[in-house]
């Protein structure tokens, strides 16, 4: 692993555990077990580890949604029909957020702080909100989403989506279904992924009302499933 993998990946995990305002560059370089000049000859300030950290999610994030914003301008083509898209997107992006749970717990300041983050996540965060459009309507068209109205009420959807996806974790970790704060590797894996399973429910209950009930009970079930083989695998690895 390159040098900089390492600075980023012990970085990551010290800001989930200690807070970022609570972690500094000799922080993560004793963490490492390198010399603090070591880590500056890489990085020049703690603001531009967690820019790399943040490409670093996006990087994976990208690989979860795996579909191109629409067309600029809009093509006349109805896109294809995903069915799995959304049980992807909704896995995907909760675990990613709680492997990186820092970042949505701490946004707000962040992103204060950084103008240069400020626009980096602006961008991104535009990018995703289209995908996730993207995502939608078709399943709106195919009538797999009902009683969803105009263009408007689906960007509303979908914004709402978004937000209960990146700050559901966080939430979570404050509620009872996270238990108690974790000191150990092990026990923050078991917190995270506690996390992410009740998050899925959350998120999945926005989608209720506009469902069939059989396939939105399909829809959980799918999501359960794979939270059981990839959510659950990841945080353990970590641990």
Same mark, same amino acid.
């Given at each position: !692993?390159?040098?900089? &993998?390492?600075?980023?990946?012990?970085?990551?995990?010290?800001?989930?555990?200690?807070?970022?305002?609570?972690?500094?560059?000799?922080?993560?370089?004793?963490?490492?077990? !390198? $010399?603090? #000049?070591?880590?500056?000859?890489?990085?020049?300030?703690?603001?531009?580890?967690?820019?790399?950290?943040?490409?670093? !999610?996006?990087?994976?994030?990208?690989?979860?949604?795996?579909?191109?914003?629409?067309?600029?301008?809009?093509?006349?083509?109805?896109?294809?029909?995903?069915?799995?898209?959304?049980?992807?997107?909704?896995?995907?992006?909760?675990? *990613?957020?709680?492997?990186?749970?820092?970042?949505?717990?701490?946004?707000?300041?962040? *992103?204060?702080?950084?103008?240069?983050?400020?626009?980096?996540?602006?961008?991104?965060?535009?990018?995703? !909100?289209?995908?996730?459009?993207?995502?939608?309507?078709?399943?709106?068209?195919?009538?797999?989403? *009902?009683?969803? #109205? &105009?263009?408007? &009420?689906?960007?509303?959807?979908?914004?709402?989506?978004?937000?209960? #996806?990146?700050?559901?974790?966080?939430?979570?970790?404050?509620? &009872?279904?996270?238990?108690?704060?974790?000191? $150990?590797?092990?026990?923050?894996?078991?917190?995270?992924?506690?996390?992410?399973?009740? #998050?899925?429910?959350?998120?999945?209950?926005?989608?209720?009302?506009?469902?069939?009930? *059989?396939?939105?009970?399909?829809?959980?079930?799918?999501?359960?499933?794979?939270?059981?083989?990839?959510?659950?695998?990841?945080?353990?690895?970590?641990?």
């Amino acid at each position: !692993m390159r040098t900089k &993998d390492r600075i980023v990946e012990a970085a990551v995990d010290l800001f989930n555990a200690e807070g970022v305002a609570g972690v500094t560059t000799n922080h993560i370089a004793a963490h490492l077990g !390198m $010399s603090p #000049g070591n880590l500056y000859y890489h990085y020049a300030n703690k603001e531009e580890i967690v820019r790399d950290a943040f490409e670093r !999610m996006n990087a994976e994030a990208d690989a979860v949604w795996q579909i191109d914003p629409p067309p600029d301008p809009p093509s006349k083509k109805k896109p294809a029909v995903d069915p799995l898209a959304l049980q992807r997107i909704v896995v995907g992006n909760l675990t *990613l957020y709680a492997r990186y749970i820092f970042f949505a717990r701490e946004l707000t300041s962040l *992103l204060r702080a950084d103008p240069e983050l400020r626009e980096r996540y602006g961008t991104i965060a535009t990018r995703r !909100m289209e995908q996730l459009v993207a995502v939608l309507r078709p399943l709106v068209d195919a009538g797999l989403l *009902l009683n969803v #109205g &105009d263009d408007d &009420d689906l960007r509303a959807l979908a914004e709402s989506a978004w937000l209960i #996806g990146l700050f559901c974790v966080p939430y979570a970790e404050t509620a &009872d279904v996270a238990g108690p704060p974790a000191k $150990s590797a092990k026990a923050r894996a078991a917190r995270a992924s506690a996390a992410v399973e009740r #998050g899925a429910v959350l998120v999945l209950h926005l989608f209720k009302p506009y469902m069939d009930p *059989l396939a939105y009970t399909a829809l959980v079930v799918l999501v359960r499933s794979q939270l059981e083989t990839s959510s659950n695998k990841v945080f353990s690895e970590r641990a």
